[in-house]
């Protein structure tokens, strides 16, 4: 069974700066592939980044990036130069041999004027 | 390109009564369907998924039940709602677990 753990409730940031959510996984699976969600107050669920476990690089889009590391079983996303509509709920989520995505628990991030 | 709707936003319906929540994708074929509750800030619970017309898996047990009469149709209901089944329900598709998902813009129920 594939899990994931975000063992940050929340995560408080100063605009400008750059702040990493932390998110550690367990799978079984060869093949699988890392996710990162955003959802704002108004609740849609927004796709920001993947990474798979085949990838040597780590991915990024934008101002985030994946600090994928395999052998730790850890995919944290960085955020850089962190805005005011960076504020919102960060989910993590595992996909491999399944048709399911298994989320964590998520990390509530505010960010400070 | 594929877009997935879902409807209504807001929904306030008293207890005991049913409940149907729609959702649709444009744009592909024979999508992966699920449908997902959030409790006020609490992650979120799969609560069925379909790979398939007639192939819908339900993951946890309770009042709701859910069908996929098209192909890119996925519906979510309940004969008598309870109280407990307030929250916010989101469904969303994809071509696999391992790509991801896209979601609709949610349907927030509250049930009184």
């Known amino acids: 069974a594939q899990k994931i753990t975000q063992t940050q409730p929340g995560m408080f940031v100063q605009e400008k700066e750059a702040v990493t959510l932390d998110c550690t996984y367990d799978t079984s699976d060869q093949s699988y592939g890392l996710f990162w969600y955003k959802q704002p107050s108004s609740g849609e669920m927004i796709f920001l980044i993947y990474?798979?476990?085949?990838?040597?690089q780590n991915a990024t889009e934008g101002r985030y990036s994946l600090n994928f590391q395999k052998a730790r079983k850890s995919a944290n996303l960085v955020i850089s130069a962190s805005q005011l509509g960076d504020s919102a709920m960060y989910f993590c989520?595992?996909?491999?041999?399944?048709?399911?995505?298994?989320f964590g628990k998520g990390t509530k991030l505010t960010v400070n004027p | 390109s594929q877009t997935i709707h879902q409807w209504p936003a807001t929904l306030v319906q008293p207890v005991g009564s049913p409940l149907s929540l729609e959702c649709t994708v444009e744009g592909t074929s024979n999508p992966n369907l699920y449908w997902y509750r959030q409790a006020a800030g609490r992650g979120l619970q799969l609560l069925f998924y379909?790979?398939?017309?007639?192939?819908i898996s339900s993951e946890v047990p309770q009042n709701l039940s859910a069908s996929r009469p098209q192909d890119r149709q996925f519906i979510l209901s309940s004969k008598k709602l309870l109280l407990s089944d307030s929250g916010f329900y989101l469904c969303?598709?994809?071509?696999?677990?391992?790509?991801?998902?896209?979601f609709g813009s949610g349907t927030r129920l509250t049930v009184v």
């Open positions: 969303a598709w994809s071509v696999g677990g391992n790509y991801g998902y896209t």
């Open positions: 990474q798979g476990s085949y990838d040597e």
């Open positions: 989520a595992i996909g491999g041999g399944s048709e399911k995505l298994v």
């Open positions: 379909s790979i398939g017309i007639d192939q």
